[in-house]
């Protein structure tokens, strides 16, 4: 199917992309620790992965009229950078000891040292997108929308903690509680933001990225949902009903595509490559 063949050419690319961003950063490096370092966030960003947030970056582009491809794929691996940088702090909070089939950073490194390697790939995907092939008129906005993107992830990420806190104190959590926290760790930050930071780079308006978000939103919960559906969270974690929330992530996923289709101003072909995409969701 062209979906699968324009997703896998996609996910090369963007592999091959980073491969090529952390040569670059480990050759540059002068001292022999701090190349060991790269080496570390090499290994660990290049370990079989979806790649969805970079590919959305490039699809956000795309919607918005962009038409260079080779700069928008050297420039979508800023959110693969930023992501690795939340999942070895997210494994650290959670005290993961595996990730993408291999060990977690701070199982190996300890906690501490993963902590700050996280920072460093943190800044590394600022570098990434500040430096990307665009005008300074498109990287200083969309830096700006990864900046309140990952603030909103963080208060995402506060909020859920919160919520286990009262799991564990014996108080029952409700829907509303839930679904503010998946929007607000995981909508924006995975599919909603990585679509708009590409639409910006392209150029697009206030009034653009509002059509994005308007599907992207739903969508962005039912990713979570679906997540949290196979790891068991929704009823062994919340306590929460596990048939309605299968029902609300079939719902939210009709809702976005139809939504996505009734768009006049996306180009038909990326509207059916997202169409596909959220159909893989189900």
């Not at 050297?74 to 930023?82: D, P, Q, V």
Request: charged content about 30%; hydrophobic content about 45%.
């Amino acid at each position: 199917m062209p979906f699968f063949q324009d997703l896998l050419s996609l996910q090369k690319g963007i592999n091959r992309e980073v491969a090529r961003f952390f040569n670059r950063k480990i050759k540059e490096a002068t001292a022999a620790h701090e190349k060991e370092i790269l080496g570390w966030l090499r290994e660990y960003s290049l370990r079989p992965a979806k790649r969805i947030r970079a590919v959305l970056v490039n699809y956000g582009y795309f919607l918005a009229g962009g038409k260079d491809k080779e700069a928008i794929l050297e420039a979508s691996i800023f959110i693969e950078l930023i992501h690795n940088y939340l999942l070895i702090h997210d494994d650290i909070i959670d005290k993961d000891e595996m990730r993408r089939g291999k060990k977690s950073l701070h199982s190996v490194r300890g906690s501490d040292v993963a902590i700050v390697v996280g920072d460093m790939a943190s800044a590394l995907g600022y570098e990434a997108l500040d430096s990307a092939a665009f005008p300074v008129k498109n990287r200083a906005p969309a830096l700006a929308k990864l900046n309140k993107v990952l603030y909103a992830t963080g208060y995402g990420q506060i909020l859920d903690l919160f919520l286990r806190e009262k799991i564990k104190s014996g108080k029952k959590v409700n829907d509303k509680e839930v679904l503010d926290v998946y929007k607000k760790k995981t909508a924006f930050y995975t599919i909603v933001a990585p679509l708009q930071i590409g639409a910006i780079l392209a150029g697009a308006g206030k009034n653009f990225l509002e059509k994005i978000e308007k599907f992207a939103l739903p969508l962005g919960m039912a990713f979570q949902i679906k997540d949290d559906l196979q790891d068991g969270d929704i009823d062994k974690i919340f306590g929460l009903d596990r048939l309605k929330y299968q029902k609300m992530q079939e719902k939210l996923i009709t809702v976005a595509q139809r939504i996505l289709k009734e768009e006049r101003a996306f180009p038909q072909k990326e509207k059916e490559f997202l169409l596909n995409l959220a159909e893989q969701l189900k």
